[in-house]
T-cell receptor, first 111, second 115 residues
Framework: GEDVEQSLFLSVREGDSSVINCTYT??????LYWYKQEPGAGLQLLTYIFSNMDMKQDQRLTVLLNKKDKHLSLRIADTQTGDSAIYFC???????????FGTGTKLQVIP | EAGVVQSPRYKIIEKKQPVAFWCNPI?????LYWYRQNLGQGPELLIRYENEEAVDDSQLPKDRFSAERLKGVDSTLKIQPAELGDSAVYLC?????????????FGAGSRLTVL
């Protein structure tokens, strides 16, 4: 079945850039997503990218997709303390609506 | 728009007791999901509904878990009897699925503690 992997933890200083990485196994993924989860809350969509794109920029967020290596990354520019949360990547296989989530990366922003 | 509403937010029960969770999705969303999130892990799909039909329940432990989505709107997830390993956050999500991106809107979750 599908598998989505992430590193567990990332610590950065306020103002620096954060890069969160994700690998997936399903070659038929059509969309890939980044969600954010704050303590005690559900997941909230940050951004997504279509599989025929290799980059998408949305304000402070940049998504890079290497479809050949099945590697997805999320770069957060000028990271703020409010960005501290758990970030999940997820993939969506074409033809049906199953969305598979990764294990999550906890981002800690040090003031 | 109230978003996806789940209740209860917290539930503490003893093992072998039953428990039920309720979800009210975004109005007009045809697809509804129940995920289980264990501590420190990502959400794992339990069941997915397209309107009132359960189209993917392969990960639902059917000996003790059941779900329903009456009239293709609200949904309930039941566990009977609960076991210690069922302690987790149960997340409901909904989406308006079609041919494009499938953006899920999540509720805040129902945290279950089984003693």
């Amino acid at each position: 079945g599908e598998d989505v992997e992430q590193s567990l933890f990332l610590s950065v200083r306020e103002g620096d850039s954060s890069v969160i990485n994700c690998t997936y196994t399903d070659s038929s993924s059509t969309y890939l997503y980044w969600y954010k989860q704050e303590p005690g809350a559900g997941l909230q969509l940050l951004t997504y990218i279509f599989s025929n794109m290799d980059m998408k920029q949305d304000q402070r967020l940049t998504v890079l997709l290497n479809k050949k290596d099945k590697h997805l990354s999320l770069r957060i520019a000028d990271t703020q303390t409010g960005d501290s949360a758990i970030y999940f990547c997820a993939d969506h296989s074409g033809g049906y609506q199953k969305v598979t989530f990764g294990t999550g990366t906890k981002l800690q922003v040090i003031p | 728009e109230a978003g996806v509403v789940q209740s209860p937010r917290y539930k503490i029960i003893e093992k072998k007791q039953p428990v039920a969770f309720w979800c009210n999705p975004i109005s007009g969303h045809n697809t509804l999901y129940w995920y289980r999130q264990n501590l420190g892990q990502g959400p794992e799909l339990l069941i997915r509904y397209e309107n009132e039909e359960a189209v993917d329940d392969s990960q639902l432990p059917k000996d003790r878990f059941s779900a329903e989505r009456l009239k293709g709107v609200d949904s309930t997830l039941k566990i009977q009897p609960a076991e210690l390993g069922d302690s987790a956050v149960y997340l409901c999500a909904s989406s308006l699925s079609g041919t494009g991106a499938n953006v899920l809107t999540f509720g805040a979750g129902s945290r279950l503690t089984v003693l």
